[in-house]
């Protein structure tokens, strides 16, 4: 701990002093007037880093006055905040603000804490630097707003496909059964009613298949992903070996849902990018995990993030962190490997 003189008189501090050196936030101590009389190893640490200019750490400067110096909005908060301390609120006092040092601003937070003394009162100041955890909720924020936003293109996918595809089959055969009561061809229109409902229906069975798999919740994940891959596979000609026990566990809902979502984009990614024939999908416990693997033999990611800029691996990466998987992705030349490892954690009997 670095002391102006004045702090001697706190002989019992001694104790203290070694404490504050052990904190990682920087730490000052200002006296009834606002004046500091010492700061610990990390505020020295910081001082020296960024090369402040100040003298001797800022030892002996009144930080009430170094505030109102400063012309900023929170600067002039943060000073009144410290006056009322020193004028006996009971405080503490916090303020969150960014200080600009170097290239990347720095966020601060500030928090200001009342201590008495044989009747003498200071304040401890510290300051943590609380840069990493703006940025990840900053980044958070950013990702929530993202996923809304793929809800809301996947809302208006299904309505598109509802309003174009099959709305207009059922439309067609209202004008058939229309034309039935006038033309009196009955047989060719009831084939052709018949048909354009066959339709239909398909295409409804198929997006609420897409929305909500039915098969995941019956039977548990490994048999859901084998007759998803299955069909995936009779649809789009890719051929799918499927490596998964029958008597494969079902594990709790949200690890089945998010594991099912990954396989399903996996999958999809092989078509539409990998130009690959054929794909492995696997799942398996290991230890405490399950695995899920996508393996296909194509042409693997792109070398650059910024080609990678679709919805689909940053939904994968999502649903896994929320349900405390994660997911690595590699290139296996040829093709590409998708890991999805989730807490292996079998259902409870019901
Ligand atoms: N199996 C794969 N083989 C080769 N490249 C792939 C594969 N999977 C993904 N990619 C690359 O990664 C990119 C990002 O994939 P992602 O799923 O995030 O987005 P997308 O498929 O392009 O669009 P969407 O948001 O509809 O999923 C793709 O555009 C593609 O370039
Ligand atoms: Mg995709």
Known sequence: MHTAHEMSEWSAFSLHESILDAVAANVAILNDRGEIIAVNDAWVQFAEFHQLAVDNYGLSLNYVSFCESLDAADAVDAKQGLQDLLAGEPGPVRFEYQIFLGNDPLWTRMTA???FRDDRTAILLTHEDITLQRRTQAALGRATAALLHAEDDERRRIARELHDGTAQYLTGAKLMLGAMKTEGRAEKIRLEVEALL?????????LSYVLHPPAL?????GPAIRQM??????RTGLAVQID???????????IEVALYRVAQEALANVHRHAGSPR???GLRQ????????????GVGLPESAQ?????????????LEFVNGHISLTNVVPGLLVEAWAPFQPKPAA
């Open 198 to 206: 066959a339709n239909a229906l398909d295409e409804i069975r198929s």
């Open 286 to 297: 290991a230890g405490e995990m399950v695995l899920l693997s996508i393996r296909d033999y």
């Open 244 to 254: 998964i026990a029958d008597d494969f566990p079902k594990m709790t809902r949200p």
């Open 307 to 319: 080609a990678i800029a679709g919805v689909g691996l940053a939904g994968m990466r999502l649903r």
């Open 217 to 221: 919740e019956e039977m548990g994940l």
């Open 279 to 281: 794909a492995t999908i």
């Open 113 to 115: 804490t009342r201590i």
């Open 229 to 234: 891959a299955e069909g995936f596979a009779r």
